[in-house]
């Protein structure tokens, strides 16, 4: 621009010096012929001029590319930014689908439980009136028989008297137990209550804040544990005589799927899902449906188990041992794709105890899903916080507790529950998966691992 002005200023200047020059020359005496063709001088400032004016245009065609180039680029980022945040946009909505969906079960379950609670308390108030009534009832029989020792005091007790007072007294006795069997309920119902509101409070403010995905560090925190919930629908038998597993449970008639106490032998009374399959019954031991539990558990954790019997849950190493200690048993695995393709596999299998690491032998048998599983190998379980000696550290890179040799695989049915939007690598060997040794990798929507004795004999 400053050669555009430079010219602009030099030639009027070139011009009006010709034009003085041809006025000068009208005014001398002698008269000469006028020139046709401009001076030297004027034609090399012209040129000169010219040639910055070039110059100058050919900076200025060269920022101006620069700058389109420049523009150009940036509107290339704003589109990519863009995509990227519907992307985004995309995935929070479906997230928020299943918030809501996920909010209104459990808005149905509060209600359902408060329910429950006006049923208990009226009968808990109903039962502490006819506590009353025979309480009264057996004060006045008191009365009446101390009148009657009194006056008689030599004449023995009439039979049909004392078998009342006996009757009234078991009445009582019975009375008292249920009072404390309904309160203990209510207790409960009461805690699952409180539950159920800290987890509508969490998805409160889960629809609140930005939803962000969490990756896992290399040794995570432990996470806080669900407890099992002690429903109503558990079915009990007699305490002298509980079952020693689901495959006794059956045997005595019960033919239905459900949650049943069990004590295998010199073991403690804990509570199993029994899962009747084609008229076997099979002990439910881990379950995987929604990722509503998280499974990154610690080792004391996945011992004793965790998560809620009518969902997602670890039964825990120590309770499996317990019951497979008593004979032989088959392991079934039940895998599901995201194509609700269905497969399983069935192996027979050898559990170690604490001081083995839980170690785990298995020797496949049937199935219609590639063996994912090393056979005859020394499997030693191990979780983030606790790493058999002379294995590889699986856990640390890998999420969740599993049975691990000295090399990692990419199956894993204890990982991180990962939607279908997940395609990186990493993320799928973190998640639930089960990679065949033909190199084909399952990712896994549902997974169950059930146990049944090997002979259909109960162990009474």
């Known amino acids: 621009m400053l050669t555009i002005k430079l010219l602009l200023f030099i030639v009027p200047l070139v011009i009006s010096s010709r034009i003085d020059q041809d006025n000068s020359s009208f005014d001398s005496v002698s008269p000469e012929p006028k020139s046709r063709f401009a001076m030297l001088d004027d034609v090399k400032i012209l040129a000169n001029g ?3 004016l070039g110059h100058g245009l050919k900076d200025f065609v060269h920022k101006t590319k620069g700058q389109i180039n420049d523009i150009f680029q940036k509107l290339n980022i704003f589109d990519q930014s863009f995509y990227d945040l519907s992307l985004q946009t995309s995935e929070i909505k479906e997230e928020e689908k299943e918030l809501r969906r996920t909010t209104y079960k459990l808005q149905v379950k509060n209600e359902e439980v408060k329910n429950m609670s006006l049923e208990l308390n009226s009968k808990l108030e109903s039962l502490l009136e006819e506590k009353i009534l025979l309480q009264q009832k057996v004060k006045y029989l008191e009365e009446q028989l101390t009148n009657l020792i009194q006056n008689q005091p030599e004449t023995p007790e009439h039979p049909e008297v004392t078998s009342l007072k006996t009757f009234v007294e078991k009445q009582d006795n019975s009375i008292k137990d249920l009072l404390q069997t309904v309160k203990e309920q209510y207790k409960q119902l009461n805690q699952q209550h409180s539950q159920i509101k800290e987890i509508e409070n969490q998805l409160r403010m889960t629809n609140i804040q930005e939803p962000t995905e969490i990756s896992l560090s290399s040794k995570p925190r432990a996470p806080r544990t669900t407890p099992f919930l002690q429903l109503s629908e558990i079915r009990n038998v007699k305490h002298d005589g509980i079952p020693a597993d689901c495959t006794t449970i059956y ?9 049943y106490a069990i004590r295998p032998s010199n073991s403690q009374v804990f509570h199993v899902y029994c899962d009747v399959i084609s008229g076997s019954p099979w002990t439910l031991i881990q379950h995987r449906i929604d990722g509503s539990q998280n499974f990154n558990e610690t080792w004391e954790n996945y011992k004793y188990g965790f998560g809620r019997l009518d969902g997602e849950f670890w039964l825990g190493l120590e309770k499996i041992y317990s019951i497979v200690k008593q004979s032989n048993y088959v392991l079934r695995i039940e895998l599901e794709d995201w194509k609700d393709n269905k497969h399983y596999i069935e192996y027979s299998f050898y559990l170690g105890n604490y001081e083995t690491n839980y170690t785990l032998h298995v020797v496949k048998i049937t199935g219609n899903v590639p063996n994912a599983i090393p056979e005859n190998k020394d499997l030693v379980f191990s979780t983030w916080d606790h790493k058999a ?7 640390e890179s890998y999420s969740g507790g599993w049975w691990w040799h000295d090399e990692c695989g990419e199956n894993n049915l204890n990982g991180k529950y ?10 799928r060997r973190r998640g639930l998966s089960w990679k065949s040794q033909n190199g084909k990798l399952y990712s896994i929507k549902s997974t169950k691992m059930l146990i049944h004795p090997t002979d259909s004999e109960s162990f009474e």
């Open 50 to 52: 010219l040639l910055q």
């Open 251 to 259: 045997n005595r008639g019960e033919h239905i799927s459900g949650m």
């Open 389 to 395: 000696k002379g294995h590889f550290s699986c856990p």
């Open 418 to 427: 990962n939607k279908p939007r997940a395609k990186s690598k990493p993320d």
